[in-house]
């Protein structure tokens, strides 16, 4: 079965520091999601991106933030300078075309990121 | 703003009993897409089961079914005959469009007891 995937599973980094977090979406999908979830709350929307370029964004994803499809499977979300505060799981998700059978958003396993 | 409200932070349940997890939700919209995620230990987050809210038959997944009242917007989890697998945090959740963000409610930490 198609999954997504990312890379890395576990990211440790130096708070300023810049991090970019990989995601493989299942090949044939086109919206892409990153979430994220501070460890024992609730995951929260970050950000969509369709037809290369964002949707919808959250407050959360402020300038520090960008996202960018750089080839034709690869997504990605950059982080330009770390807080400690940026420390969570974060999930890359897909989905297919409205109209293409049951809907549903997959999850990858997530990349759990570690601001010091 | 839509809203998803989980009032269950924990609960527990006998292994091969059932339980029901609570869920409302908040939303002008008619129609929409309403969630139960799983997520283990391992952190994946797994779909179990998923509504359109323009059906009235309630979704069903083998042991999972959901209890789908539109007009007092709650959602609930029914888990029959519960699994020591089925232990994990459990996300009710909500999505505008098919294309759209999904929003989570804050998770029911769910422990079976053997």
């Known amino acids: 079965e198609p999954e997504v995937t990312q890379t890395p599973s576990h990211q440790v980094t130096q708070m300023g520091q810049e991090v970019i977090l990989r995601c493989v979406p299942i090949?044939?999908?086109?919206?892409f999601y990153w979430y994220r979830q501070i460890l024992g709350q609730k995951v929260e929307f970050l950000v969509s991106?369709?037809?290369?370029?964002?949707?919808?964004k959250s407050e959360i994803f402020d300038d520090q933030f960008s996202v960018e499809r750089p080839d034709g499977s690869n997504f990605t979300l950059k982080i330009r300078s770390t807080k400690l505060e940026d420390s969570a799981m974060y999930f890359c998700?897909?989905?297919?075309?409205?109209?293409?059978?049951?809907?549903?958003?997959?999850f990858g396993p997530g990349t759990r990121l570690t601001v010091t | 703003a839509q809203t998803v409200t989980q009032s269950q932070p924990e609960m527990s349940v006998q292994e091969a009993e059932t339980v029901t997890l609570s869920c409302t939700y908040d939303?002008?919209?008619?129609?929409?897409?309403l969630f139960w995620y799983k997520q283990p230990p391992s952190r994946q987050m797994i779909l179990v089961i998923r509504?359109?809210?323009?059906?009235?038959q309630n979704a069903t997944e083998n042991r999972f079914s959901v209890n789908f009242q539109k007009a007092a917007k709650s959602f609930s989890l029914k888990i029959s005959d519960s699994q020591l697998g089925d232990a994990a945090m459990y996300f009710c959740?909500?999505?505008?469009?098919?294309?759209?963000?999904?929003?989570f409610g804050k998770g029911t930490r769910l422990h079976i007891l053997p």
């Open positions: 509504q359109e809210a323009y059906k009235q």
């Open positions: 090949s044939n999908h086109l919206y």
């Open positions: 939303t002008s919209e008619s129609d929409y897409y």
């Open positions: 991106f369709y037809n290369n370029e964002i949707s919808e």
């Open positions: 959740a909500y999505s505008q469009n098919r294309d759209d963000k999904i929003i």
């Open positions: 998700a897909s989905s297919d075309l409205p109209g293409q059978g049951a809907y549903e958003q997959y």
